[in-house]
Each structure stands twice: as C-alpha cells, then as structure tokens.
Nanobody, 119 residues
C-alpha cells in the first residue's frame, strides 16, 4: 500500500496562486501514474490532472487547462500541483492519488487538503 500526504492548501483570493504538494511512500514511486482530484461540498469528486511515470505526459480537466500545472520529482517522491489564476469555483478539497497495477487504477489516496478561493 502507498501512503500519500498532501500539503499546501489554504485560503486565497481570486487570481492568486497556490502550490499543492504530495509526498508519497512506496519503493516504486517512479512507476506510478499520479493524479490530483478535487471534491467541492455537495458535489462528486472530479479529476483535475494526471502525470505519467516519467513526467513526460500530463492531462488536465478542461476547466483548469492553462492555469494548473502538475509535475513530479521521482527522486524526492513528490508530485505537485501549481495552481494559478485561482477562481472561486476551484474551491474544494484536493486529493493526491496513485495509480498502479493491472488494470491501471487509482488505488491509494491522501487525506486531502482544503483550498478556498474567495471572490
């Protein structure tokens, strides 16, 4: 099992930036696909961004394209989400997750970090 710990959430104003980080245990971190998800109150959890094992491929939900950037450091076993030009609709609890195995599935999740964007 992989353990994940997020940090970096907070309360910001619209237009500000935040950087979320996720520390990951697990000896084979550099083989995991890593993702960020978010869940707003009263809504289902939604996919935000994903990065492959090497960092060479990334994917984003349309609503954050051009504003958010996912990255990873395999040596430090961390994955980050740089969030710029934040909007009130970005307010949510953000979760880091690790995907591995066959079929490739998100199997382990962090506890979440709260991001609140005021207008």
């Amino acid at each position: 099992q992989v353990q994940l710990v997020e940090s970096g959430g907070g309360l910001v104003q619209a237009g500000d930036s935040l950087r979320l980080s996720c520390g990951v245990s697990g000896r084979t971190f550099n083989t995991y696909v890593m993702g960020w998800f978010r869940q707003a109150p009263g809504k289902e959890r939604e996919f935000v961004a994903e990065i492959n094992w090497s960092g060479g491929s990334t994917y984003y939900v349309d609503s954050v394209k051009g504003r958010f950037t996912i990255s990873r450091d395999n040596a430090k076993k961390t994955v980050s989400l740089q969030m710029n030009s934040l909007k009130p609709e970005d307010t949510a609890t953000y979760y880091c997750a690790a995907a591995y195995g066959d079929p490739l599935t998100y199997r382990d999740w962090g506890q979440g970090t709260q991001v609140t964007v005021s207008s």
